[in-house]
């Protein structure tokens, strides 16, 4: 067939596009949480979404908007009203939040939302119910009164402090009788109360109070039970340890002011038990211990360095708060808490180093397989002596030999010499005085046959068996009498050699 060649081509005319509202194109004009708003029944809105939808209602709206002047708009409020409720709960256009059966207090049906009903001798609206399969599943049907309720039973209250149910309204509450309430309270049944069915601190009459104990009760307000009064306070509190009538409580008491508390472990008054106690606060207590709030006694511990050291061990001086229920006094955390040639253990301070930094001057070196300082562990620490490396001590220079000072001499003199050479001698310097180390210790004494002052010693054990800030020497006196004395430390060789 021919053709002509400037003639247009026949096509079929494309049709006008029709908008289904459920239908998901492949476009990505239409956002997707509009699609779905639309597929739930609510008409999309024109223009991809960029336009309000229309409505006539709000259930022509999605969910989360409502309809205002033809127009479906985001609801901002959260009011239950557009929301929505959950099965068993009803919109409570008043406040917009959804309440279940039992939870809005009403005085006729009007007052209930949906279906929800008030029985009049309820007060509150109930969903109706026939069965507790119509009911919420933590509720239950009172076919009394048409409604699901709380309760019907005792059974049905699990609140400790709410045991009880009150039938008439569905409710569990704290009391229907005195008998429901503990000594010295009585049950509010006043039906104009807000604190109806609960038990409040009081009486309402003998019934309602602990035995020894009676209601005092001024005309028709409830009352309060006493135990005494101050002018029978003899009579009242017979018992010996609570002789006292509190003032305003009107109980027997031991105390009701720090000054009944006379004896001096416990001379404080508790400010609620009314008995005398221990201690009331940490000052109350010695050093080294801590006031416990339970029994209000002062047990050992400590809440800081504050508080150490304990009166029987002054080198307890710093708080470690993991030992011991209330923490511990204790000598040391670390080791640089203790002296030098001492480390930590255990809180307290033991003979070891770690390094030559642990160690004080006369004994400069560690030995770390012995876990303690030495005076040596090679010859060079001791030169120009040499080190017994049995005892880790420097030998001591004998008589004749050159010396840089007295301490490297087996047997050192006490006083220095104008004629010494620079060499040990054999016997220590003659003395003519010691300083007593008895009663006397302040004065000086000759050294006389007739009169020998200080104490007679041993060496090597030259300070363990003489007085504090003494040591035993070898001393001689002008007649030539020689022997074993304490001589005050000043007069004491420093090093390992004896004197």
């Known amino acids: 067939m021919n053709k002509e060649p400037n003639a247009a081509v026949n096509r079929p005319e494309r049709p006008m596009m029709t908008w289904y509202p459920c239908i998901v194109t492949t476009t990505f004009l239409l956002a997707a949480a509009i699609i779905l708003g639309a597929c739930n029944g609510a008409p999309l809105p024109p223009n991809g979404g960029n336009q309000p939808s229309p409505c006539t209602d709000h259930d022509d709206c999605p969910d989360g908007h409502y309809c205002d002047q033809g127009n479906c708009v985001l609801d901002e409020s959260g009011s239950c009203e557009f929301t929505g409720c959950d ?39 109930l969903e109706p119910c026939t069965i507790d399969g119509d009911c919420a599943h933590h509720l239950t049907c009172n076919n009394s009164i048409g409604g699901c309720v709380e309760c019907t039973f005792d059974d049905h209250c699990v609140d ?47 019934n309602d109070c602990v035995p020894g104990t009676r209601c005092e009760r001024p005309g028709d307000a409830p009352g309060r039970c006493v135990e005494c009064s101050v002018e029978t306070a003899a009579e009242d509190c017979s018992d010996s340890t609570r002789q006292r009538c509190h003032p305003d409580l009107l109980l027997c008491v031991q105390c009701f002011e720090h000054e009944q508390c006379t004896s001096p472990a416990l001379n404080w008054c508790h400010q609620y038990d009314w008995e ?14 801590v006031c416990v709030g339970s029994s209000s006694t ?45 480390r930590c253990s255990g809180g307290g301070c033991v003979e070891g180093c770690t390094g030559d930094h642990n160690c004080p001057p006369h004994k400069p070196s560690c030995d770390l397989l012995a876990d303690r300082c030495v005076e040596c562990l090679t010859h060079s620490d001791c030169a120009p002596r040499e080190c017994d490396r049995t005892e880790n001590a420097c030998t001591c220079l004998g008589p004749g030999e050159p010396c840089l000072g007295s301490d490297e001499c087996g047997n050192p003199p006490i006083w220095p010499d104008p004629h010494w050479d620079g060499t040990c001698v054999s016997l220590v310097w003659c003395i003519s005085q010691l300083k007593c180390s008895d009663t006397q210790q302040t004065e000086w004494r000759d050294m006389s046959p007739e009169f020998r002052c200080g104490d007679a010693c041993s060496i090597p054990d030259r300070r363990s068996t003489c ?4 040591c035993c020497r070898r001393v001689r006196n002008a007649e030539g009498s020689e022997g074993l004395k304490c001589v005050p430390d000043t007069q004491c060789p420093s090093s390992s050699c004896p004197g």
């Open 467 to 470: 007085p504090p800030e003494f």
């Open 276 to 289: 005398c106690v221990q201690c009331l606060q940490e000052s109350h207590c010695p050093m080294g211990t």
């Open 87 to 125: 099965p068993h709960a009803f919109c409570d256009l008043g406040d917009g939040l959804c309440k279940e059966s039992g939870e809005k207090p009403c005085i006729s049906d009007d007052d209930c939302g949906d279906d929800f009903i008030c029985p009049p001798s309820v007060g509150h609206c």
């Open 160 to 206: 400790p402090d709410l045991s009880h149910c009150f039938t008439e309204e569905g409710r569990c509450v704290g009391c229907l009788e005195a008998s429901h309430c503990p000594g010295n309270y009585y049950c509010d049944l006043n039906e104009s109360s807000a604190r109806r069915h609960t038990c409040r601190e009081g009486c309402l009459d003998g």
């Open 298 to 342: 002062c047990e050992i511990g400590c809440t800081s360095d504050a508080r150490c050291p304990p009166a029987d061990d002054p080198d307890r001086t710093v708080c470690d708060p993991t030992l011991g229920p209330h923490g511990e006094c204790v000598e040391c955390l670390s080791d640089d808490e203790c002296d030098l040639g001492y």
